[in-house]
């Protein structure tokens, strides 16, 4: 790093920069394509780029929530979450069930996407996906900062208990992830396919 590298505080965030740098550095982070039921049955399905896996054995996934959204309150109520793969094939639908929309709107209806029934779990995931992860929470906890207060952040722990691959992304019995082409977050509004395609997508915004 040069000696004229940018430094600052982050408690000052005073970067002086155009937009906040920080998601930027951590990057590219997997998206949590989540999917949930309500108790009443109704439909959600939420992309989160706070997502990653946090254990092999046994296997379990992480998503951090910006705010107290339906997905939360979903696995809250039934106990379950699916995670479908978002791709690079997949990239304008995930984006358009980012939309901000009252509770009870099915954003699968919104993107045109295939909702399924989880086999294991009573919560849907993306039909259109390459591969998903059947989940049962295990944990919801709210982080705390340096001041000892909770964030404005829930993160949703589960444990994976289904798996569902497409044969075609399968090559010589490993997932060929050219094939599968996985989308990552980068900061600002950038994503990246697994590869050096980086590419920009405006979130959609409510009628």
Not at 155 to 177: A, K, P, S, Y
Request: hydrophobic share 40%; aromatic share 8%.
């Amino acid at each position: 790093m040069t000696p004229d590298a940018l430094f600052y505080g982050t408690a000052e965030n005073a970067h002086g920069l155009r937009h906040d740098p920080f998601k930027a550095i951590v990057a590219p982070r997997p998206i949590g394509w989540i999917g949930t039921k309500a108790a009443d049955g109704r439909l959600n399905l939420s992309p989160y780029s706070f997502f990653n896996a946090v254990s092999d054995t046994p296997k379990l996934v992480m998503f951090s929530s910006s705010g107290h959204k339906d997905s939360v309150t979903n696995i809250e109520e039934t106990g379950v979450f699916t995670c479908s793969l978002a791709s690079r094939d997949l990239a304008e639908k995930m984006n358009a069930s980012s939309i901000a929309v009252p509770r009870g709107v099915d954003e699968f209806a919104i993107a045109a996407l295939t909702p399924v029934p989880g086999c294991l779990v009573d919560a849907p995931y993306v039909g259109e996906a390459h591969a998903a992860l059947e989940c049962r929470m295990t944990q919801i906890l709210r982080p705390l900062g340096l001041d000892g207060r909770e964030s404005d952040n829930w993160v949703v722990f589960g444990e994976v208990v289904g798996i569902h691959i497409g044969t075609e992304i399968l090559n010589d019995g490993m997932i060929d992830m050219a094939a599968a082409r996985p989308l990552g977050r980068m900061g600002y509004m950038d994503y990246c396919d697994g590869g050096s395609d980086v590419f920009a997508m405006m979130r959609p915004k409510a009628g």
